[in-house]
């Protein structure tokens, strides 16, 4: 069974940053394009960045592009999102999964911006 643990959110100011990672239990995590998704109570869990398996592409949402990089170690099986400049916009919980998405979600990393 496949297990997605997200961590490193947390309560922070706007401008400010975070790393979130991502630890999947997924035996073809080096050959899978992976992928970090956000989703507020009012909304859809949106798309936020990927990245492929090589990690020879990388692809970003308009409302994050030129504040996070993606990124991945494949033999810790292990994504990562950096965050900077944060805004209030971007709070939400942060999920991680293949792209597309294929397993079941985790519990997901809360990030709240406040102003």
């Known amino acids: 069974q496949v297990h997605l643990v997200e961590s490193g959110g947390g309560l922070v100011q706007a401008g400010g940053s975070l790393r979130l990672s991502c630890v999947a239990s997924i035996d073809t995590f080096g050959s899978d394009d992976m992928a970090w998704f956000r989703q507020t109570s009012e909304k859809e869990r949106d798309f936020v960045a990927a990245m492929s398996w090589s990690g020879g592409g990388k692809w970003y949402a308009d409302s994050v592009k030129g504040r996070a990089t993606i990124s991945r170690d494949n033999a810790k099986k292990t994504l990562y999102l950096q965050m900077n400049n944060l805004k209030p916009t971007d709070t939400a919980v942060y999920y991680c999964?293949?792209?597309?998405?294929?397993?079941?979600w985790g519990q997901g990393t809360q990030v709240t911006v406040t102003s």
């Open positions: 999964n293949t792209d597309p998405a294929l397993h079941q």
